[in-house]
């Protein structure tokens, strides 16, 4: 199960809606092995592609350094989905490298970036394997 601070969550539907109608990526980086997601990244989307997302490599590596400095891990990768559904794709499934983070979906295909709710969906992927899980948005700010 996911839970995340609703400050993360609105971040992250923000950011798909603002980035609209190009797929928005980033991650929710927390204490190392605490599964605590606690500080959210906006990522850019180096394909710039509604149908595709790529973390700009540079921006990746200083995020990872970041990271390690901090005695952080990834807790959630997510994008969005301009057109579909909040599912991993083949491609989705292909790059899930983090075996211990959560990837969100987030679908802006009903409302694009105009006011109406979007389709925000958890998933754990290990080895090829997805498991949709149920997530929970708290009220309380889970850190910084």
């Not at 839970?3 to 991650?27: L, M, Q, S």
Request: proline residues 6%; contains cysteine.
């Amino acid at each position: 199960m996911l839970n995340i601070d609703r400050a993360t969550y609105d971040a992250i539907v923000a950011h798909a809606k603002r980035d609209h109608p190009d797929e928005a990526c980033g991650i929710v980086a927390g204490p190392e092995g605490s599964d605590r997601p606690e500080r959210h990244i906006e990522m850019l989307n180096a394909a710039s592609s509604p149908t595709f997302y790529e973390f700009d490599s540079t921006e990746l590596l200083e995020l990872y350094k970041q990271m390690w400095d901090r005695d952080e891990e990834p807790v959630v990768v997510y994008h969005s989905h301009t057109a579909t559904e909040a599912y991993p794709s083949r491609t989705d499934i292909g790059l899930a490298s983090e075996p211990n983070a959560h990837y969100v979906l987030v679908s802006t295909k009903e409302h694009g970036n105009n006011e109406g709710p979007v389709e925000f969906r958890s998933y754990r992927i290990i080895d090829g394997e997805v498991t949709e899980e149920e997530v929970t948005i708290t009220t309380t700010s889970t850190g910084s």
